[in-house]
């Protein structure tokens, strides 16, 4: 004998240790909802009876009230939390318990209560009161004159049968669950990741950027005090052309790092340098790298240079590039003195980026100061 059974939708799953969380209804848990009706094919133990023998008018009645509160009841047990599901189960349980003197079928309504005993219950309650649901079957099968003799003999196997079906049905759940927080996890971390990035091109775009806008504004200042106004304009212009490449810059970060390729930015950063009053030089070939890495060593070099325009005492800035086999080399030099070489969050966040591509940053000072990145050019295998 086959008992048809499903599970009911749910707006709150208890995770384990007790801890319970709220989770939208998914349309998997709908269509279980609409599909209650059809689980109630097993009320045809219940409603069998009625076709094989004859009772007064009193009880036809008696059992139309008892299917009628107990559908009310299952559909209730469907629409609550497992937490408050004791409730409908109650009313199951006391509903099938009054109407069994006069319809030993009401064993299909304790199946259904057995379902959502198992549903609804962790292990230790579960067995406690499918315990005490056992012994009242077996309390109404030794008190009353119940004329099914298969009542308990063949009730109490499907009770219990169908309670480890609303078992399997929780681990299912929970299960369902498990990966659902699994899920939000990882998107969280995501998010996570993705904020620090952002921050990260954030800080060495516009600390880069900002740093030109106040030397062209220093300069176009001095220039209108000497009364020389064609080249304070054209200081102007460009300052304007900065403020809008940086716009663009801030855009691109935002929706994923986009740039003109490694040789352009790079021929950005030296003029940007002599803007400053540094002599720059460029040498060795500049590699050809993949996105990935040439959008980390652009943030790097626009780090690296931001700092030599602010904290650097020199005149004179070199960048060399050097490749041997899969590696390649970049040195920074500037002949700056400074006292010593202090580390900050840009420094900190550069080197988490050029690790992300395999790349190491080593600072070194010695008539000067010398920042040197060296890498794999591409993905190791």
């Not at 304790?110 to 009242?136: D, E, K, N, Q």
């Amino acid at each position: 004998m086959t008992f048809v059974t499903g599970a009911p939708g749910r707006k709150l799953i208890t995770l384990s240790a007790g801890q319970q969380r709220e989770r939208r209804m998914t349309p998997y848990d709908k269509l279980e909802t609409k599909l209650s009706w059809v689980y109630l094919i097993n009320l045809i133990f219940y409603i069998i009876p009625l076709f094989n023998v004859r009772f007064a008018l009193w009880q036809y009645l008696s059992m139309a009230a008892a299917l009628l509160l107990f559908l009310c009841c299952y559909f209730w047990a469907y629409r609550c939390s497992r937490r408050e599901m004791h409730w409908p189960i109650a009313g199951i349980v006391l509903v099938a318990t009054l109407i069994t003197p006069v319809n030993p079928g009401s064993i299909a309504m304790f199946a259904y209560a057995g379902f959502f005993i198992g549903y609804a219950y962790r292990l230790r309650p579960y067995l406690i009161v499918m315990a005490l649901l056992s012994a009242l079957l077996i309390l109404l099968y030794l008190l009353l004159d119940i004329k099914w003799n298969l009542f308990l003999v063949m009730g109490l196997p499907i009770v219990l049968g169908v309670s480890l079906l609303g078992r399997a049905e929780q681990a299912k759940l929970l299960h369902r669950l498990a990966e659902q927080q699994s899920e939000d996890e990882i998107k969280q971390l995501a998010t996570i990741v993705e904020r620090e990035r952002i921050a990260r091109d954030l800080h060495d775009i516009l600390g880069h950027t900002l740093s030109s806008i106040i030397l062209k504004a220093d300069l176009a200042e001095k220039l209108l005090a000497r009364q020389h106004t064609d080249a304070a304009q054209q200081q102007l212009s460009e300052l304007s052309q900065i403020a809008r490449d940086a716009l663009s810059q801030v855009r691109q970060s935002v929706s994923g790092y986009k740039h003109q390729g490694l040789s352009a930015e790079i021929t950005k950063l030296l003029s940007r340098l002599r803007d400053a009053g540094f002599q720059a030089v460029l040498t060795g070939d500049i590699p050809q790298l993949d996105a990935r890495r040439e959008t980390a060593l652009i943030l790097a070099l626009t780090e690296l240079v931001t700092n030599v325009i602010r904290h650097s005492k020199g005149d004179s800035c070199r960048l060399s590039f050097l490749q041997q086999g899969a590696e390649f080399t970049i040195c920074l030099h500037d002949n700056g003195q400074n006292s010593e070489i202090k580390e900050g969050n840009g420094i900190l966040g550069l080197r988490e980026r050029l690790a992300a591509i395999g790349a190491t940053l080593a600072l070194q000072q010695h008539d000067g100061v010398t920042a040197l990145i060296q890498g794999p050019r591409q993905e190791s295998a």
